[in-house]
């Protein structure tokens, strides 16, 4: 049967293989298949995350890590670093959860960058901050590095990052960086079914945890650290998913991490070059331009709905025609996951095709 081909940023596309992966029968969650099947991904998640902590797997998007981040390890402040839709609306959930919350917003399309968040930090105010490194809703990365560099002056604040859009896009090394929490949704540049969530929390963290009082029950970190001794899950996990993250880490394996990486940034570099060679702007500011998915200003005023209509017409695909406050004046084409240099250079093709219709 047909479908639309997705090339939005989320979810994306899922391979034949993946989704045959999806759809194994069902075992019992607290078998011993299970534990076997959970053991499994263990080694090729550390090597992901790389980490020699345990990744865990929850049953939920990755807003419900994000919540229980806060729950487990704010008990000041937490500084919620904003520059787009999704960062935005972390400050929202650290208020929703009880804790105090100070933003350090800027402007959409710009980075976060480590000396804005050290100047709030030098205050003492904070006991936690918040970061999405590659801010979806703008195509815009900030630079971890720089960041992870001021995170280690301050050990006792929580650095909690979503790569929700750039786990396995480039290398992201969970212990060398120093980060406490960090987590991923499948449905972006894992190119899995949506509805998981894959995340790594530091000893230190964990011992942070110990001291709270009000940690939740659905992401309680030490009842996950528990359970995974036993390679279990706190509560009734989407077995589904660990089938196809087992899938899904053989792909990686296969095709190397070196190579997925030089693979997505050559589709990032081609779909950036499409862009300014049609008149047309990149969103985020230079330098600081995602490597998943390419947010273009859409200074020639163009009527993307036409041309997001003529694709699936034509082509049974879909781009996305922007996010939140900046909806029709950009558009986004993602190149994250599964999606091959050839399949990238084909949907430009059919963009020129429908650029041409208007």
């Not at 939005?8 to 034949?16: D, F, L, M, Q, R």
């Not at 899995?192 to 009082?213: D, I, N, T, Y």
């Not at 240099?341 to 041409?356: M, S």
């Given at each position: 049967?047909?479908?639309?081909?997705?090339?939005?940023?989320?979810?994306?596309?899922?391979?034949?293989?993946?989704?045959?992966?999806?759809?194994?029968?069902?075992?019992?969650?607290?078998?011993?298949d299970f534990q076997?099947?959970?053991?499994?991904?263990?080694?090729?998640?550390?090597?992901?995350?790389?980490?020699?902590?345990?990744?865990?797997?929850?049953?939920?998007?990755?807003?419900?890590?994000?919540?229980?981040?806060?729950?487990?390890?704010?008990?000041?402040?937490?500084?919620?670093?904003?520059?787009?839709?999704?960062?935005?609306?972390?400050?929202?959930?650290?208020?929703?959860?009880?804790?105090?919350?100070?933003?350090?917003?800027?402007?959409?399309?710009?980075?976060?960058?480590?000396?804005?968040i050290e100047e709030?930090?030098?205050?003492?105010?904070?006991?936690?901050?918040?970061?999405?490194?590659?801010?979806?809703?703008?195509?815009?990365?900030?630079?971890?590095?720089?960041?992870?560099?001021?995170?280690?002056?301050?050990?006792?604040?929580?650095?909690?990052?979503?790569?929700?859009?750039?786990?396995?896009?480039?290398?992201?090394?969970?212990?060398?960086?120093?980060?406490?929490?960090?987590?991923?949704?499948?449905?972006?540049?894992?190119?899995?079914?949506?509805?998981?969530?894959?995340?790594?929390?530091?000893?230190?963290?964990?011992?942070?945890?110990?001291?709270?009082?009000?940690?939740?029950?659905?992401?309680?970190?030490?009842?996950?650290?528990?359970?995974?001794?036993?390679?279990?899950?706190?509560?009734?996990?989407?077995?589904?998913?660990?089938?196809?993250?087992?899938?899904?880490?053989?792909?990686?394996?296969?095709?190397?991490?070196?190579?997925?990486?030089?693979?997505?940034?050559?589709?990032?570099?081609?779909?950036?070059?499409?862009?300014?060679?049609?008149?047309?702007?990149?969103?985020?500011?230079?330098?600081?331009?995602?490597?998943?998915?390419?947010?273009?200003?859409?200074?020639?005023?163009?009527?993307?709905?036409?041309?997001?209509?003529?694709?699936?017409?034509?082509?049974?695909?879909?781009?996305?025609?922007?996010?939140?406050?900046?909806?029709?004046?950009?558009?986004?084409?993602?190149?994250?996951?599964?999606?091959?240099?050839?399949?990238?250079?084909?949907?430009?093709?059919?963009?020129?095709?429908?650029?041409?219709?208007?």
């Amino acid at each position: 049967m047909s479908h639309t081909k997705l090339f939005i940023p989320g979810p994306v596309e899922v391979s034949a293989k993946t989704m045959a992966a999806f759809s194994k029968p069902m075992i019992g969650h607290r078998s011993k298949d299970f534990q076997n099947l959970y053991a499994s991904i263990q080694p090729g998640l550390q090597k992901l995350f790389m980490t020699r902590q345990p990744v865990f797997v929850s049953t939920s998007s990755a807003w419900g890590v994000m919540e229980g981040a806060i729950r487990n390890l704010v008990a000041k402040k937490v500084l919620t670093c904003m520059n787009g839709a999704f960062s935005d609306k972390w400050y929202d959930v650290a208020l929703k959860a009880g804790k105090q919350a100070e933003k350090l917003q800027v402007e959409w399309g710009q980075p976060i960058r480590g000396a804005a968040i050290e100047e709030k930090l030098k205050t003492g105010e904070f006991d936690a901050v918040t970061l999405i490194h590659n801010e979806t809703s703008t195509g815009t990365m900030s630079p971890i590095e720089e960041i992870a560099e001021v995170a280690r002056r301050y050990p006792d604040v929580s650095f909690i990052v979503d790569v929700v859009s750039s786990l396995s896009v480039l290398p992201i090394d969970f212990d060398a960086l120093g980060f406490d929490v960090l987590l991923a949704g499948t449905q972006k540049a894992l190119a899995l079914p949506s509805g998981a969530s894959v995340f790594s929390v530091s000893e230190r963290a964990f011992a942070k945890a110990e001291k709270q009082k009000d940690r939740g029950y659905y992401i309680d970190f030490l009842e996950f650290r528990k359970n995974h001794e036993s390679s279990m899950t706190p509560t009734t996990p989407s077995i589904a998913h660990f089938y196809a993250l087992q899938s899904k880490l053989e792909d990686m394996e296969a095709e190397g991490v070196e190579a997925r990486h030089a693979r997505h940034l050559k589709n990032a570099t081609i779909t950036r070059a499409w862009a300014k060679n049609h008149g047309f702007e990149l969103f985020p500011d230079a330098g600081y331009e995602s490597i998943g998915l390419t947010c273009v200003r859409n200074v020639r005023n163009v009527d993307i709905a036409k041309v997001i209509s003529h694709l699936k017409a034509n082509h049974h695909a879909v781009i996305d025609g922007g996010y939140g406050k900046i909806k029709g004046t950009t558009f986004r084409i993602s190149h994250m996951g599964d999606e091959s240099t050839a399949n990238i250079e084909q949907l430009l093709g059919w963009l020129d095709e429908g650029l041409k219709s208007l």
